[in-house]
């Protein structure tokens, strides 16, 4: 068991050109189907980007490079897109599709894009970071809730 851990833990470090940092309470993994699941005070960091959830599931192909990562309960946030866009938020669920460089944010979402001041609350968001494309829809007869900080006119 000790050294599947070590070996797991090795792999999911190498997965990235920068170092992929998980914390948690546990975890486990299986090398067949190549998922790892780290449950309890899940912190993911990876350079300037950070992950905090109550569990982070994420998913490898066949050459142990990520393909998908999701965090289910109270997650919180901090990104930087490929523009050098800042987006800090929090939401019930996120995945992150890597080869697309997509994140999908669901369930009591507030998602923060700190540079440009503008504030999204909805129930479920999509940010196709490649794209520069967003996309939001709010709960059943709930509304979606932007957020425009306008400067003031002198």
Same mark, same amino acid.
């Given at each position: 068991?000790?050294k *599947?851990?070590? *070996?797991?833990?090795?792999?999911v470090? @190498?997965l990235?050109?920068?170092?992929?940092?998980?914390? %948690?309470?546990?975890?486990?993994?299986?090398?067949?189907?190549?998922? %790892?699941?780290?449950?309890?005070?899940?912190?993911?960091?990876?350079?300037?980007?950070?992950?905090?959830? %109550?569990?982070?599931?994420?998913?490898?192909?066949? =050459? $142990?490079?990520?393909?998908?990562?999701? +965090?289910? #309960?109270?997650?919180?946030? @901090?990104?930087?897109?490929?523009? #050098?866009?800042?987006?800090?938020?929090? +939401?019930?669920?996120?995945?992150?599709?890597?080869?697309? &460089?997509?994140?999908?944010?669901?369930?009591?979402?507030?998602?923060? $894009?700190?540079?440009?001041?503008?504030?999204?609350? #909805?129930?479920?968001?999509?940010? &196709?970071? *490649?794209?520069?494309? +967003?996309?939001?829809? #709010? +709960?059943n =007869?709930?509304?979606?809730?932007? *957020?425009?900080?306008?400067?003031? &006119?002198?």
């Amino acid at each position: 068991m000790k050294k *599947i851990l070590i *070996i797991a833990l090795v792999t999911v470090v @190498s997965l990235c050109a920068q170092e992929l940092k998980v914390k %948690s309470k546990t975890f486990s993994t299986d090398q067949n189907t190549g998922v %790892s699941v780290f449950e309890g005070l899940v912190n993911v960091r990876k350079g300037t980007d950070e992950l905090n959830a %109550s569990k982070v599931t994420i998913y490898t192909d066949s =050459e $142990q490079q990520p393909t998908k990562f999701v +965090a289910d #309960g109270d997650a919180s946030f @901090s990104l930087k897109t490929l523009e #050098g866009d800042v987006y800090q938020g929090t +939401a019930q669920k996120v995945v992150y599709l890597t080869k697309k &460089k997509e994140y999908r944010f669901y369930v009591d979402v507030h998602l923060n $894009q700190i540079n440009d001041k503008k504030e999204i609350i #909805g129930e479920e968001v999509v940010l &196709k970071t *490649i794209e520069g494309k +967003a996309y939001a829809k #709010g +709960a059943n =007869e709930e509304p979606v809730i932007m *957020i425009f900080n306008l400067p003031k &006119k002198k």
